[in-house]
């Protein structure tokens, strides 16, 4: 190659590499720890761990924005937050494949409703237990209180005795009324729970999941 033309292209590789660095150059905004914004074309080591922006050089633009580092207790509560949200996501498979082989072993929907109708039936047992206790407490806290109130209109000191069983019974009955409000919950709950693993049951099978018992059995509007 001739000497002018070896020249011409160094110049020219010369210019297309300034031009390629200047459009890889970038200046650097961040706000210090005074509360001071500041540019820079080369980011400082006490910025590294600031929330900062990067700008193209050559048209101004924003090309990047990173947040600042996490602190050591940042870290460690995200970490936390993680290892929750897995725990919560493995919790829930587990807990679908568990219904799924619950609802693998009943054979029809019928075997299915019968099951809840057990547990129903079981409810209600527990709830008119519950409301059995609980007006057996009154009765006692009643008759309690109506000897005290007669001992005190007779100018005689209510026991101490007596005055600790009225406490007790007071606390019983609102422990007791507390577990109806439950179970009376878990039961409205069980009726819609059935609903839903029936339509679950059968598109685990590959069928349509038929009206549901309520649906099924309501009235049709009569037209005019």
């Keep these: 190659m001739k000497p002018q033309k070896l020249f011409a292209a160094l110049v020219a590789a010369l210019v297309l590499v300034g031009t390629a660095d200047a459009q890889q150059r970038k200046l650097y905004r961040w ?49 936390a937050q993680e290892a929750a949200a897995a725990a919560e996501r493995a919790a829930a498979e587990k807990a679908l494949q568990t219904e799924q082989a619950m609802l693998g072993s009943f054979q029809t929907e019928d075997d299915l409703r019968r099951s809840f109708r057990l547990r129903q039936e079981l409810l209600n047992q527990t709830l008119e237990a519950i409301e059995a206790a609980i007006a057996g407490q009154r009765d006692s806290l009643t008759s309690l209180l109506a000897q005290a109130a007669e001992a005190e209109l007779a100018g005689r000191a209510v026991g101490a005795t007596q005055v600790n069983t009225i406490r007790e019974l007071h606390r019983e009955i609102g422990k007791q009324q ?47």
Excluded: C, Y
């Design 31 to 79: 706000v210090d720890k005074d509360g001071k914004v500041q540019f820079s074309d080369a980011l400082p080591p006490e910025a590294v761990d600031q929330a900062r922006s990067e700008i193209s050089a050559t048209s101004g633009r924003v090309t990047a924005t990173i947040d600042r580092a996490l602190t050591a207790e940042e870290r460690a509560a995200l970490e």
């Design 178 to 224: 507390q577990m109806l409000i439950v179970k009376q919950a878990e039961l409205v709950d069980l009726d819609g729970e059935v609903e839903r693993l029936v339509t679950r049951f059968h598109e685990l099978r590959g069928e349509d999941a038929p009206p549901t018992r309520s649906a099924a059995g309501a009235t049709p509007p009569t037209s005019g």
